[in-house]
């Protein structure tokens, strides 16, 4: 028999209207992080959403928990500073392509470096939607917005390659309409202790509409996408009819049956593999390749926040004083009678 | 042992024979190459002076480089004691003696020096070559200088530290590292300070390295010997030991006391003590204090930038720690805007600034009080904070007190302005009993009694303080951010009247502190001609003005402010008692003119040095006494 759930997804609700644009893909997305926190089942006072600048920075408003809607670009540190505080909670960072890679760039590297065990909801749309319509740091080269009306002409950041070129251990993602794995993959990511990165991309039916639509398709979703599941074989296509395999140094794609690939050589997907280099090569597939969605890494790391509180413990086992006084009479102290 | 050089330009004094004066105070500045270790010479010297039970103040003033050029101008590092049987203020204007390792150090601290100045050199550093490094035309230092009747005790250091170490098999290199005790052991026969104590310092500082320990106790026995055979004609001197209440005494310096001020408000409140910051130049010795004190519970921790290191600490404080930053000028810049998140917030947050010489980079290792128009008014929006400053090295444990006091009582960001000069400087300091402070009483939200259901800007109508719902307590999940909030629903709101009313809220808040805190003292003469007023770090400069003055037969009065954000109720109360008012401070007028703005028709005249050194006590005493006979 099923256990029941000790927490339904309304209960992480707040009472507040939600104000993104109908047709935002952020709906989905919290529709989604409410029922993987129920799927949890932490106590939503447990729970702490810190979030910083951007429309989907505003999500903390609708959550029935403890919540804080901070200033552009700086979420992950305020994360760092509450989970450090408090290991205990159970804390969430709501953050978009502009907060968190360009004005939060730094923060977001060094709490994926630190590994502080904060579960990053990164909204990718690849635009300012807030400001109406800016290009971003995933926006491609070329791209035409608002402020490059004749196109950009630099490259983007792919989030996977920056969050595992910064010593990331978990690294996910999926897709707005995708309700069912998007659920699985952010319950996935708390479930891991460290810094999980969940790369959503989202659709800003406003300023981008349809930028990830040759992907999210229903039409050519399962041609154009991959979704990886710890050891399971790397296939996809609308009959799983396709598969990855390793050629030289590289991922090709392959139908099995065809070429002399059979089921045998494809791969079959190492989450915790420590090694990031296939990690990394099928976070970076594109064109002709499959968009990797999933857990592509989950690795097992000491967290920041935990060993933070350990180095506190073990300098208290070794000495007593746990009052200032204390301490200053340990120091160099004369007495005057 | 070999025989003591006197240069021509003394001649006059070696007719007097070698005498023992008894001083009330006196000022030992230890200057040398950075590597020399003056700095540790110093801090022995302080340390058994207050030990010995004079009163002591120390400034170390250290180059901005690590390791300018060897024998260089910009190279010279110097650390000065003032000593004495009475009250000191300040690390004193000028040198009673001064130790110079080489010719860059006795140039650089010319200025320093007064008629008679006992100046002590190792004459093995005075070598051609050497006074070429510091740009010495001629092989006659003093003379170049003009330093004709100062009275030099002129040492073979090197020579006699090679010498005397030769039995302990070390090479060159480490046996002239102990040259620092041979000037100390010098400076020990000049006060007359037995060496025990000395020894005993070493001893705990070395307790890993014993070699090391015996090397420097015989450098300094053999300094301290030196003096003692050559029969130098200079005068000794004797500072009475003076009498200090009893109790438990230690060595502080600003930085240090300021740390400890944070614990104790932190213990007093019964919270966890947080600490996110960035290494910079003045404040970093905090850092390194409080990510020692494990043992405590206190999270001490360095982060990627200083925006990192304040919004930590704001994130620290949501989630029920007393968050607290650490930074000097242009790292308050860069926090500026979560500041402000902390006061739309209403959380609490204690930021301290250690102010350095600006604009920009400046001069990161001197000190002024350029920071105070940045601490007040350095935010987008209406966003007032309190401001408090320290006014001497051991005061920076009370006012780090007070500002985590305040900060957690009235939910809100204290600023903290310190200075290089404070935080660096020492003092001998009484262990304070924590059980003489004041409590410190968190508002938590379970204290709300109000007849609306709790929400989280429901206010104590007492001191329009919003409880604290801290992070993981049930019953109590709210959400708060950067954006406007109803008054009575606490949701997002961008309604003018509303607008209006939260901003004069947050103003009236920061008002009402005035009732929560000390009021302005005035020292000296209550029919004063002149009032001297000034704020954080001058204080002793200040004070030893007034004194001077005083003993000159001249009525002033000193108003120092810690207190500067909301001012102290009787502020314009005092400042309109007098008739002559000056506003003393280390910047172009930022506190006067604040004053200004609050105090109508009050126009003092106004002191300004922005040199990046500490007030001169007697510039100060020449200014004023100007002005009360104007």
């Known amino acids: 028999m099923e256990e029941a759930l000790k927490y339904q997804a309304q209960d992480y609700k707040s009472d507040q209207h939600v104000r993104w644009c109908p047709g935002c893909g952020d709906h989905a997305v919290l529709n989604c992080i409410h029922k993987a926190m129920a799927e949890l089942g932490t106590a939503p006072h447990n729970v702490a959403v810190i979030s910083g600048i951007g429309c989907s920075s505003r999500l903390p408003y609708y959550m029935n928990s403890y919540g804080f809607h901070t200033i552009h670009g700086r979420a992950a540190a305020i994360a760092t500073g509450v989970k450090t505080a408090r290991p205990d909670l159970s804390v969430w960072v709501v953050t978009g392509d502009g907060d968190c890679l360009a004005i939060g760039g730094n923060h977001f590297i060094h709490a994926v470096r630190r590994n502080v065990n904060l579960n990053i909801a990164l909204f990718n749309n690849k635009i300012y939607g807030l400001t109406k319509g800016q290009y971003s740091p995933t926006s491609e080269r070329g791209f035409v917005s608002k402020s490059s009306p004749f196109g950009t002409v630099e490259e983007p950041f792919i989030p996977a390659e920056l969050a595992l070129g910064a010593r990331g251990n978990f690294f996910a993602r999926t897709i707005d309409v995708d309700l069912k794995n998007t659920t699985e993959v952010f319950a996935e990511a708390a479930r891991h202790k460290g810094a999980s990165v969940v790369e959503v991309l989202v659709n800003c039916v406003i300023f981008n509409h349809g930028i990830h639509k040759h992907i999210t398709d229903k039409e050519y979703r399962a041609e154009r996408t991959i979704f990886l599941r710890h050891g399971e074989k790397m296939l996809f296509g609308k009959d799983n009819e396709k598969g990855l395999v390793l050629d030289g140094l590289k991922l090709k794609a392959v139908t099995v049956g065809k070429d002399g690939y059979t089921l045998d050589d494809i791969l079959v997907h190492d989450a915790h593999e420590k090694d990031i280099a296939l990690h990394l090569m099928l976070s970076l597939m594109k064109d002709d390749m499959p968009l990797a969605l999933g857990v592509i890494r989950e690795v097992e790391a000491p967290c920041y926040d935990e060993a933070v509180a350990g180095q506190i413990a073990e300098v208290q086992a070794k000495n007593p004083a746990r009052t200032l006084k204390e301490v200053l009479m340990k120091g160099e102290v004369w007495e005057v009678k | ?630």
Not at chain 2, 301 to 319: K, M, N, R
Not at chain 2, 389 to 404: E, I, K, N, S, V
Not at chain 2, 471 to 490: C, M, P, V
Not at chain 2, 610 to 622: C, D, I, N, T, Y
């Open chain 2, 1 to 630: 042992m070999p025989p003591l050089i006197v240069y021509n330009t003394i001649l006059y004094f070696m007719a007097e024979q070698t005498k023992v004066m008894t001083l009330e105070k006196v000022v030992v500045r230890f200057s040398g190459d950075s590597g020399d270790g003056m700095q540790l010479s110093g801090t022995i010297f302080s340390n058994l002076s207050a030990i010995f039970g004079n009163e002591i103040s120390t400034f170390p003033d250290f180059p901005a480089e690590i390791r300018a050029p060897q024998g260089s101008l910009s190279g010279v590092s110097g650390f000065q004691v003032h000593l004495g049987s009475r009250k000191i203020f300040t690390p004193g204007d000028k040198a009673d003696v001064l130790v110079a390792m080489n010719p860059a150090a006795l140039k650089v601290n010319v200025k320093y020096l007064k008629p008679d100045t006992i100046v002590i050199i190792d004459t093995d550093s005075f070598k051609k070559e050497d006074l070429e490094k510091a740009q010495f035309a001629t092989d006659d230092p003093f003379g170049e200088l003009g330093l004709t009747t100062v009275q030099v005790v002129a040492a073979p250091v090197s020579s006699m530290v090679k010498e005397g170490l030769a039995e302990f098999g070390l090479d060159n290199k480490s046996a002239l590292r102990c040259k620092n005790m041979f000037a100390l052991g010098l400076v020990c026969w000049l006060f007359e300070r037995p060496l025990e104590g000395a020894i005993h310092l070493l001893e705990s500082k070395f307790a890993k390295k014993p070699g090391i320990v015996k090397a420097n106790i015989k450098v300094l026995t053999d300094g301290y010997n030196y003096g003692n055979n050559i029969d130098a004609s200079v005068s000794t001197y004797r500072i009475e030991s003076k009498k200090t209440a009893p109790g438990f005494y230690t060595d502080v310096n600003g930085n240090k006391a300021l740390s400890y001020g944070l614990i104790a408000a932190a213990e007093k409140a019964g919270l966890r003590l947080f600490l996110g910051s960035y290494p910079i130049t003045p404040a970093t010795d905090i850092l390194h204090e409080l990510s020692g004190r494990k043992e405590l519970g206190v999270k001490g921790l360095q982060f990627e930038d200083e925006i990192a290191g304040v919004s930590t600490a704001i994130g620290a404080s949501f989630a029920g720690a007393l968050g607290v930053t650490s930074t000097s000028g242009p790292g308050l810049a860069l926090k500026s805007e979560a500041i402000g998140l902390a006061v739309i917030a209403e959380l609490p947050l204690v930021v301290v600034d250690v102010q350095r010489g600006g604009p920009s980079t400046g001069l990161p290792t001197k000190s002024e009080q350029t920071d105070l128009m940045q601490a007040l008014y350095g935010r987008n929006g209406e966003s007032p904070v309190v401001v408090i400053a320290a006014a001497t090295p051991t005061d920076c444990f009370d006012a780090a007190f007070w500002a985590g006091k305040l900060a957690v009582e009235h939910m809100t960001p204290v600023i903290l302005l310190s200075d290089s000069f404070i935080a660096n400087g020492s003092s001998a300091w009484k262990l304070p009993d924590l059980d003489t402070y004041p409590a410190v009483k968190p508002p938590y939200a379970d204290q709300y009694k109000g007849e609306q259901v709790w929400k989280p800007y429901r206010r104590n109508p007492d001191t329009l303080v919003r409880y604290w719902a801290v992070s993981g307590t049930e019953g109590f999940a709210h959400r708060i951010g950067g954006l406007e909030k109803d008054y009575n629903t606490s949701a997002i709101s961008t309604e003018a009247m509303n607008h209006q009313k939260m901003v004069e809220t947050r103003q009236a808040k920061i008002d009402r502190i005035a009732e929560f805190i000390p009021a302005l003292e005035v020292s000296g003469d209550t029919d004063a001609d002149l009032l001297i007023v000034g704020w954080g770090g001058t204080y002793g400069h200040l004070y030893e003005a007034m004194e001077t003055m005083h003993e000159r037969g001249l009525k002033v009065a000193l108003a120092h402010f810690k207190f500067i954000n909301p001012l102290p109720k009787n502020t314009e109360e005092v400042l309109k008692r007098y008739g002559k008012v000056v506003v003393a401070e280390q910047n172009k007028g930022q506190f006067a003119n604040y004053l200004r703005s609050n105090i109508a028709g009050f126009n003092p005249y106004k002191f300004n040095r922005v040199k990046g050194q500490p007030f001169v006590v007697s510039r100060l005493v020449e200014e004023f006494t100007k002005i009360v006979e104007e």
